[in-house]
C-alpha cells in the first residue's frame, strides 16, 4: 500500500507536500516541524509511524505523544482514536494527563502503543518520578517511555522549560545508550530552536507547493480581523461578550487566571456560558470536553484552550498574554470554516491588571505588536519575528539521571525537584482525592483533581483540614509537595462539579466512586498455583518476545540469563515464612495462593530479595542478582529499610533473615533448584556499590528496561494462568 493511500484511508483526505516529505523522516536525527495552526501537524507525525506498522517497516514500539494542557490531549486523544481505528491496525492508544491516567502500556514492552498525555505527566515517568504512580511501578513506566519509542512535544512555545528538558533527555538517551532508537520531533507554530544547538536537526516548513496547495491556502489566508477594546474590569469583559456575540454561534474568551474566569461566568450567567478550567476532577473534565462537541454559545475558559482544542470560534476576546500564547489562541477562531466572517478583540485594561501567571514584560510586547497588528490570519502571524525571551531551563547532569534511576528515599535526592524540570512553577499541583475514608491503595488520576500546591496548604491551614499524602505504599501525614497525590475528608468541602476547585469549604463535593491502582502484590489467585508451575510459566514468557529482544540487539548471552532470571524470580517463596501466608498445605510449595493471611505475618519479608540471595549462592553474576530483587520495584538501589524510622538490622535484610534456608524446588523437565541457606557476602552497602557498577557498565535506561522485561513476563505468566482458570482449565 502506498503511503499516500494509508493516509487517505486514516484521515479520508490526502496529505499536504510536507506531510507526504516527513513521512521519509528517518528518526536519526532530531525533526523540527515549524508549521501554523490548521496545516495538519497532529496526523503528519502520527500516520508515518502507523504506516511503517502497517508496512512492517522497522520502526519504534512506542509512540509518545506529549503536549502541554490536557485538553489539548484529550483532543490529540479522541483523534488518535479514530485514525489508528481506521488504520485497521490492533495498536492501543493510551491517554495521561491531570485527572487521567490509563495504565497498561508497561505490563507489555513489546506491543506496539501510542501514549498521548501532558509534558509533566510523560516527563516524569520518563525520570522515573511519575506523577500518581507509586515507587514500585515507577521503573515500568520510566522503561517504556525511554526505549525503543519515538517522543513528539507538540506546542513546544507552550511547554516552558519541558523543552530544554526533553532535549537533555535526549541528548543523554544518545550518550548513555537505550535499547531500540529513541528518537525526537519537535512541533510548534512559533520555533525557538536555541536548545538544539550542537544538535543534528531536519526541519519539515511549509514549501511554495504547500502553499499552492487550495485547501492549505485558504486556511493560511483567511483574514482574521484584530480590534482593540479598552476595558475598566471583568464587568467590561461580559459587557463586550454580549455585545458581541451572536445567537447559534460560537464565542471563546480567554482569561488567564481561574478566578476571573470563574467571575467572567458569573456575570454571562443569562447566556449560561460553559466555563472551563484545568481544575476539575476527570470524571467532570471528561464530561465538559463532550460538551464541547459542536457546542454554540459562549465559552470561557483559562489558558486550557489555547491548543488543540478543536474549537471554531467566531468570536474571540483575550487577555493579553505572551505572543506564542496569543497566536495559539488565534488558532481557536476560524480554525476550519473559512467562509465564515471572525473578529478577534483584545483587552486593554485601563486600571491596574496583573498579567500572572505571565510576566509583565512578555504581555507588554504582545500589547506593542498588536497596536500595530490589523489582521491575525496565519499569513500574517508567522512572518512576525518571535520575540526574544529567556527560556526557562534547570540543567539535568548525567548525575541528576542516574539519581532518579534510584528510588530508595536514600539515595533519590536530586539537585532540583521532578516539578522544575518538567512544568513551569506557577503550574504546580497536586493531585487531590474527595471520599469519606482514605482508599485502599492509590487512586486512579480520573478521579482527582489538580489542584494549586500552594492553594492546598493554604486551604487546609484555614479550615483545620488534615490532609493525608500518598507515600511508599500507603496514605501519610506530611506537607503535600508538586505532584503528590492527597486525600481530603469529603466533608472538608472546597470543590464544585459545576465550578471545580473553588478552596470553599461551603462547597461540598458529591460522593463519587473510586478507581485504584492495580494490587500488585499477591491478590487471590483463582487456584492454588504451585512454584514449580509458575516459574517455569515465567521462563515461557519471556522465550516468546526473544525475536523482538534480538531485535533491540540485546546480546543472546544476555537473553538467556534473562531467560533465568524469569525462571528463578520467585525463588524466594519457597521460604516458610512466605509458605505459610499463602497457608500452603504440608509438602507443597505456591507461588500463588487462592486465600493469603495477613501481611503482618511476614514482617516485611521480601521473597525477591530472598530469591536474589538464593541465585547468588548459585554463582549468578550481580546483574541477575539486581533484575530478580527488582521485579517488583521495592528492592533495587538500597537493601536498607523502606521507613526512614526502621533501624537497619544487617541480620535481617528487607525482612529475610539471614542464616534461614529455602527448600528445594521442582520445575518440572527443567531443573530442580537445590535447597540453600540465605547469606550474602559483604554489607548492604556493597549492594548500593554494586548498582553504580552496573549503572556504569549498562547505563540507567538499558539497566530500567531489563528490570521490566522480567516483571513483564511474570505478569504475563499469571495472566496465562488467570485465563485458563476462566475456562475452567487449572492444570
Known amino acids: 500500500m502506498h503511503y499516500c493511500e494509508f493516509f487517505w484511508q486514516c484521515t479520508g483526505f490526502s496529505p499536504y507536500p510536507w506531510q507526504k516529505r516527513f513521512s521519509t523522516w528517518s528518526g536519526k536525527s532530531i525533526a523540527v516541524v515549524a508549521a501554523p495552526t490548521g496545516a495538519g501537524k497532529e496526523f503528519g507525525v502520527e500516520i508515518p509511524w502507523l504506516y511503517c506498522h502497517k508496512m512492517s517497516i522497522p520502526t519504534t514500539a512506542r509512540l509518545i505523544y506529549a503536549l502541554p494542557t490536557r485538553s489539548l490531549v484529550e483532543q490529540v486523544y479522541e483523534n488518535t482514536l479514530e485514525v489508528v481505528t481506521k488504520s485497521g491496525l490492533p495498536i492501543k492508544v493510551y491517554c ?14 513489546t506491543q506496539p502503543a501510542i501514549l498521548i498525555g501532558t509534558q509533566d505527566q510523560l516527563l516524569s515517568r520518563a525520570l522515573n518520578r511519575g506523577f ?108 463586550l461578550v454580549k455585545a458581541h456575540h451572536l445567537p447559534g454561534s460560537l464565542s471563546l474568551a480567554v482569561v488567564n487566571t481561574v478566578e476571573r474566569a470563574r467571575e467572567v461566568g458569573k456575570l454571562l450567567f443569562d447566556l449560561a456560558p460553559l466555563v472551563i478550567h484545568s481544575q476539575f476532577l476527570g470524571i467532570d473534565r471528561e464530561k465538559l470536553q463532550q460538551k464541547l462537541k459542536s457546542y454554540q454559545g459562549v465559552i470561557v475558559a483559562t489558558q486550557v484552550v489555547e491548543a488543540g482544542v478543536d474549537l471554531d470560534a467566531d468570536l474571540l476576546i483575550t487577555e493579553l498574554c505572551p505572543w506564542s500564547s496569543f497566536v495559539q489562541r488565534c488558532g481557536r477562531c476560524g480554525r476550519k470554516r473559512t467562509e465564515n466572517a471572525v473578529q478577534i478583540h483584545w483587552l486593554d485594561y485601563q486600571q491596574q491588571w496583573k498579567p500572572l501567571p505571565y510576566d509583565a514584560p512578555e504581555c507588554e510586547a504582545t500589547r506593542d505588536r498588536l497596536l500595530k497588528l490589523s489582521d491575525a490570519s496565519l499569513h500574517h502571524l508567522a512572518e512576525i519575528p518571535l520575540p526574544k525571551l529567556d527560556l526557562p531551563s534547570y540543567q539535568l547532569t548525567k548525575r541528576d539521571v542516574q539519581t532518579f534511576f534510584c528510588t530508595h528515599y536514600k539515595n533519590r535526592d536530586t539537585t532540583y525537584t521532578i516539578s522544575q524540570y518538567v512544568r513551569d512553577p506557577t503550574a504546580f499541583t497536586v493531585s487531590v482525592v474527595w471520599s469519606i475514608e482514605p482508599p485502599e491503595r492509590l487512586p486512579h488520576q480520573k478521579f482527582t483533581c489538580p489542584v494549586p500546591t500552594k492553594e492546598l496548604t493554604d486551604f487546609c491551614k484555614s479550615y483545620s483540614v488534615i490532609p493525608l499524602v500518598w507515600g511508599e505504599d500507603a496514605w501519610e501525614n506530611k506537607e503535600p509537595k508538586h505532584g503528590d497525590v492527597v486525600w481530603l475528608p469529603l466533608a472538608a468541602g472546597g470543590y464544585s462539579h459545576e465550578r471545580g476547585w473553588t478552596a470553599n469549604p461551603d462547597d461540598q463535593c458529591q460522593a463519587y466512586s473510586l478507581e485504584v491502582e492495580p494490587q500488585y502484590n499477591d491478590p487471590p489467585f483463582p487456584y492454588a498455583l504451585p512454584l514449580g508451575i509458575h516459574l517455569q510459566d515465567t521462563e515461557a514468557a519471556l522465550r516468546e518476545v526473544i525475536p523482538y529482544l534480538q531485535m533491540l540487539k540485546i546480546p543472546e548471552r544476555l537473553i538467556e540469563e534473562l531467560c533465568r532470571c524469569a525462571r528463578w524470580h520467585d525463588w524466594g517463596k519457597a521460604h516458610q515464612v512466605w509458605q505459610a501466608y499463602a ?8 507461588a500463588k495462593s487462592t486465600k493469603y493471611g495477613s501481611p503482618m505475618q511476614m514482617k516485611g519479608y521480601r521473597h525477591e530479595l530472598a530469591s536474589a540471595i538464593a541465585a547468588a549462592t548459585q554463582g549468578a553474576a550481580f546483574l541477575s542478582q539486581y533484575l530478580i530483587a527488582a521485579h517488583h520495584g521495592k528492592v533495587r538501589d538500597s537493601l536498607w529499610p523502606t521507613n526512614p524510622k526502621e533501624r537497619f538490622n544487617k541480620q535481617v535484610l528487607r525482612g529475610v533473615e539471614l542464616g534461614t534456608h529455602l527448600p528445594s524446588v521442582e520445575i518440572s523437565g527443567v531443573e530442580v533448584l537445590p535447597a540453600v541457606e540465605l547469606t550474602i557476602s559483604g554489607n548492604a552497602g556493597n549492594w548500593e556499590r554494586q548498582v553504580r557498577n552496573l549503572l556504569r557498565e549498562y547505563g540507567p535506561f538499558r539497566l530500567i528496561y531489563l528490570e521490566a522485561i522480567i516483571r513483564n513476563a511474570d505478569v504475563k505468566a499469571s495472566r496465562y494462568r488467570e485465563e485458563q482458570a476462566k475456562h475452567g482449565n487449572s492444570n
Open 132 to 239: 500518581g504512580v507509586s515507587w514500585g511501578q515507577r521503573p515500568l513506566h520510566c522503561a517504556a517511555l525511554t526505549n525503543d519509542c519515538r517522543w513528539v512535544l507538540d506546542e513546544i512555545q507552550l511547554t516552558g522549560v519541558a523543552y530544554s528538558t526533553l532535549v537533555q533527555l535526549y541528548k543523554h538517551w544518545q550518550e548513555l545508550g537505550t535499547y531500540g532508537q529513541t528518537q525526537l520531533c519537535l512541533m510548534s507554530a512559533t520555533f525557538d530552536d536555541r536548545p538544539l544547538h550542537g544538535l543534528e536537526v531536519e526541519r519539515f516548513e511549509l514549501s511554495t507547493e504547500d502553499m499552492a496547495h487550495s485547501l492549505l491556502a485558504a486556511k493560511v489566508m483567511r483574514p482574521k480581523p484584530v480590534f482593540r477594546a479598552t476595558v475598566a474590569d471583568v464587568a467590561d469583559v461580559a459587557a
Open 583 to 590: 497457608q500452603a498445605d504440608r509438602g507443597e510449595l505456591l
Open 96 to 109: 495521561l494527563k491531570g485527572g487521567l491516567v490509563e495504565h497498561g502500556f508497561e505490563q507489555d514492552l
